[in-house]
């Protein structure tokens, strides 16, 4: 098999395009992983710095890099609370959310322009396979996403399925 047909060369090459596809279509200076934190934030506001590593897939120390340049940049407040001064609570600040509010409509574009070059049927067994292959080996990468954390704090409970 050459290189260019084994599956690590391919998805590294998959993220490459990915990546470029999302700065040429998301424009507006924020990379893939902060609008990942921006969108979390959006969803869990007053989350703390460990829970925001375990729901992007991130180490704690990137998680909190992440979280002091978005706060430098005004997107995003890290508050301590009275209680404890060990940790850092997010909340995004208006900034934050009116960057979001223009960049989740460039997120939908952002997915037709990855999957166009497949017809519909290919982009459905596409993504299953994608989403099967990194929920079954979530455990390997060396910051698993904790996908359940998520649920309990949206309320719903109900474990992930096979493709979650």
Do not use: W
């Not at 396979?129 to 998520?150: C, I, M, Q, W, Y």
């Amino acid at each position: 098999m050459e290189v260019y047909d084994e599956p690590g060369h391919l998805i590294r090459r998959a993220q490459q395009i990915a990546v470029s596809m999302f700065h040429s279509t998301m424009g507006h200076g924020v990379t893939p992983v902060q609008y990942c934190v921006l969108r979390v934030l959006q969803s869990h506001p007053g989350i703390d710095q460990v829970t925001l590593a375990r729901l992007c897939a991130l180490d704690t120390s990137t998680s909190a890099d992440l979280a002091v340049r978005l706060e430098e940049r005004g997107l995003v407040r890290r508050m301590m609370p009275m209680k404890s001064k060990r940790f850092r609570l997010l909340h995004l600040t208006p900034e934050g959310s009116a960057l979001l509010k223009k960049l989740v409509p460039s997120s939908y574009l952002l997915a037709r322009r990855l999957l166009q070059a497949l017809n519909k049927e290919e982009q459905k067994v596409f993504l299953h396979l994608l989403k099967t292959f990194v929920h079954l080996n979530n455990e390997e990468s060396r910051a698993p996403l904790d996908r359940g954390l998520a649920r309990v704090r949206n309320g719903n409970s109900n474990s992930a399925g096979r493709g979650a």
